[in-house]
């Protein structure tokens, strides 16, 4: 969808993932996992104001804010040590 944050925050491949008015992404699948890192890009505005947060057994664990644009990715690295379950 040029021009938009689409295509500029392609990392890897020809695919990208988004999220629309705040709905979850989740992990399904069982066992523990570290989150490490993720590449990041606003797609229609700059100045996006995103919300990470790890959840584990129901509870907040971990949150960050961020600000993103749309000239391209954001490398952003949590480190946020396992183990997490998909809630």
Known sequence: MPPSGYQNGIVSGTYVGWIDNGARITRDGGGTFTFNSVHLTAAWRDGLHVTVQGWL?????????LVLDTSGPSFQVFNWPGPWWPD
């Open 57 to 65: 057994g129901g509870s907040l664990a971990q949150s960050r804010n």
